[in-house]
């Protein structure tokens, strides 16, 4: 089982470009997560889904759109990219809405706007 | 406002030595305290989770302790090894939380010098 896979892993883009982010996981979880990783910061959760076809606004959301068509995909896009947005993001999961579960995180994607 | 805070921010020891890594919380309700690892490049991996009830927990050379009278927690590293080189990561959940509600710490980071 591979868990959760990001892709890409590294992205470099222009201010105002566009680009969607994919997290694909294997582990039939229900609940998926995006958050960003930013230097000295703690995680911050941007958008969250409690199963396909739901998503649902977390801390920062501005500047970013999410979808969950299938159960085993969350993407997240960015539709007009800001320096603001260069960081580390990541996508978690859980089985279900039991608060004692570990989160699932994948490796991350490294995203650069210049 | 929830807050974690991690102190210290960063460390280095000496291989074999122990530490000590101290989390600092304001979440309440409170519901359970958890530990990730994140080695650089990767996404946060589950250490330990203790629910309110539970004082101390254990995952081989790592334990974990915790007072919820004062909202503290350390995570302690025994017989450090290269390998424990990493990012710590203290994360607070509130009682009627997901993972939509987790408040997480910056992380301290230790490096472990041979």
């Known amino acids: 089982n591979a868990g959760v896979t990001q892709t890409p892993k590294f992205r470099v883009l222009k201010t105002g470009q566009s680009m969607t982010l994919l997290c694909a996981q294997d582990?039939?979880?229900?609940?998926m997560y995006w958050y960003r990783q930013d230097p000295g910061m703690g995680l911050r959760l941007i958008h969250y889904?409690?199963?396909?076809?739901?998503?649902a606004k977390g801390e920062v959301p501005d500047g970013y759109n999410v979808s969950r068509l299938k159960k085993q995909n969350f993407l997240l896009g960015l539709e007009s990219a800001a320096p603001s947005q260069t960081s580390v993001y990541f996508c978690a999961t859980l089985p279900d809405g039991r608060s004692n579960s570990p989160l699932h995180f994948g490796n991350g994607t490294r995203l650069t706007v210049t | 406002k929830n807050q974690v805070e991690q102190s210290p921010q960063s460390l280095i020891i000496l291989e074999g030595k122990n530490c000590t890594l101290q989390?600092?919380?304001?979440?309440?309700?409170?519901?359970?305290l958890r530990w990730y690892k994140q080695d650089t490049g990767r996404g946060p991996v589950s250490l330990t989770i203790?629910?309110?009830?539970?004082n101390t927990k254990s995952n081989g050379r790592y334990t974990a302790t915790l007072d919820a009278d004062t909202k503290q927690s350390s995570l302690h590293i025994t017989a450090s090894q290269l390998s424990d080189s990493a990012s710590y990561i203290c994360?607070?959940?509130?009682?009627?939380?997901?993972?939509?509600?987790?408040?997480f710490g910056g992380g301290t980071r230790v490096l472990v010098k041979p």
């Open positions: 994360v607070v959940s509130p009682v009627w939380a997901a993972g939509n509600k987790l408040t």
């Open positions: 582990m039939n979880h229900e609940y």
């Open positions: 889904s409690v199963g396909e076809g739901t998503t």
């Open positions: 989390c600092n919380y304001t979440v309440s309700p409170f519901s359970n």
């Open positions: 203790m629910t309110f009830s539970e």
